[in-house]
């Protein structure tokens, strides 16, 4: 049996706690959170242990059952501190996105992980899930021929004019809005789609964006906040160009197009793991170009993973992730290829989110490795 703890009992954790009862197999140590009020209700509520202090979810007291995975899902302005805490103390980390908000951390704790010899990963997950997988697997199949260009939507509304102080999450706690409104929709929410094109067309070399602030004061005692819309045109190494736009203005989309020189890929939600996976064939009838009307669906065969129920806006198992990082350790898999694909993603995402209007050409410096489809995806 795999075991793991987790460090941050907020709203997400209550997302993880569902999607790990698919997962049976593994068995949560410890959690923990700085907040002994939140610590107490999550753990009440999930029955669970609840570590008293930080030395003792990472187990540095003797006698103490070690995790072989800790989950880090506390702030995004917190990932860093927390992740080097534990990569320090020799533990493997899964970190919730971003990996971390500034590069320089990243690389850091890229080399902190090389240097301890230590797994180091961040969600998002998405990518190896059905929906995501069974895109890849329409790609390799020349579903739409060559293809040449991805539109990707993650527009969330106007989500200032949303009541999010109503959003609970199961165990109590509340929509952390400050902080998202700080972090920005970019750096949490590109990694969606992002991931999935990264696993399929590999490198992005360079990066051309522009983001801005729109809904000025979003909150009267908000320091500053992040950009809440952004747009990024990403040139992949392999020649494949994306057009990714994230906001919290335009009505919710959360579309992807895939146009190849055969036809075109359509999937309607990123945040649903059984979402359908349309494709329009293109032809010709006597002087017109024709996308076809009917749309057939592309499925994988047979049994994919286990899937979790609509909770909110997403219909995710955030639980695939570590779960696969298990795997790959119990079965002596090679886990490099996703602190690799984790430092890609992160510098992608902040090349988007801190472009504004003056940033222009960004060329990339991290490479994103070649991935594996899952193996019900082959
Ligand atoms: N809210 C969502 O819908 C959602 C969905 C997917 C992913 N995420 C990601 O999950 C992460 C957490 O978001 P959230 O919504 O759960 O936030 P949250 O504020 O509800 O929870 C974070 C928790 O971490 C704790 N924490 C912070 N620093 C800590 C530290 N040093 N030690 C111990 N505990 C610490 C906080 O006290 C808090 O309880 C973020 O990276 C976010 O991007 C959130």
Not at 4 to 21: C, H, K, P
Not at 30 to 42: C, G, I, Q
Not at 68 to 96: F, M
Not at 135 to 153: D, S
Request: glycine content about 4%; some cysteine.
């Amino acid at each position: 049996m795999a075991k793991i703890s987790i460090i941050g009992t907020g709203f997400v954790a209550d997302l993880y706690m569902r999607s790990l009862e698919t997962f049976p197999d593994i068995k949560i140590l410890k959690v923990y959170d700085k907040d002994a009020a939140r610590l107490n209700e999550f753990s009440t509520f999930w029955k669970v242990n609840a570590a008293t202090s930080l030395d003792e979810v990472l187990a540095l007291n003797a006698g103490d059952e070690v995790p072989d995975l800790i989950l880090n899902l506390t702030n995004p302005g917190n990932h860093y501190e927390v992740s080097k805490q534990c990569l320090e103390a020799n533990r493997n980390v899964y970190s919730e996105k971003p990996l971390a908000t500034q590069m320089d951390h990243a690389y850091e704790l890229y080399e902190l992980a090389k240097k301890h010899n230590r797994i180091l990963t961040s969600a998002p997950c998405s990518y190896m899930s059905e929906v995501a997988q069974t895109i890849w697997l329409a790609v390799r199949n020349k579903m739409i021929g060559q293809p040449l260009l991805v539109y990707a939507e993650l527009d969330d509304d106007f989500i200032t004019q949303a009541p999010y102080k109503k959003w609970i999450s199961e165990s109590g706690a509340p929509w952390p809005f400050k902080d998202e409104f700080i972090v920005g929709c970019t750096l949490e929410h590109a990694g969606y789609y992002l991931t999935w094109l990264m696993m399929i067309f590999g490198s992005v070399k360079k990066v051309v964006a522009a983001s801005a602030e729109l809904i000025k004061n979003k909150l009267p005692d908000l320091p500053n906040s992040a950009p809440d819309y952004s747009t990024a045109t990403l040139f992949f190494e392999s020649g494949m160009v994306a057009r990714i736009t994230c906001g919290i203005v335009a009505p919710h989309n959360h579309s992807l197009r895939m146009i190849g020189d055969k036809g075109v890929l359509e999937v309607n939600e990123s945040w649903n793991n059984s979402a359908k996976v349309n494709i329009r064939k293109r032809y010709v009838v006597r002087r017109k170009l024709i996308n076809s009307p009917f749309a057939s669906r592309f499925k994988i065969n047979g049994l994919t993973h286990p899937k979790v129920p609509r909770r909110g806006a997403a219909a995710m198992n955030f639980a695939l992730g570590p779960a696969e990082v298990l795997a790959a350790m119990q079965e002596g898999r090679s886990t490099e290829v996703y602190t690799d694909f984790a430092l890609h993603l992160n510098e992608v995402t902040l090349a988007i989110q801190n472009s504004l209007d003056t940033e222009g050409v960004q060329v990339m410096k991290t490479k994103c490795p070649q991935m594996t489809p899952m193996p019900w995806a082959k």
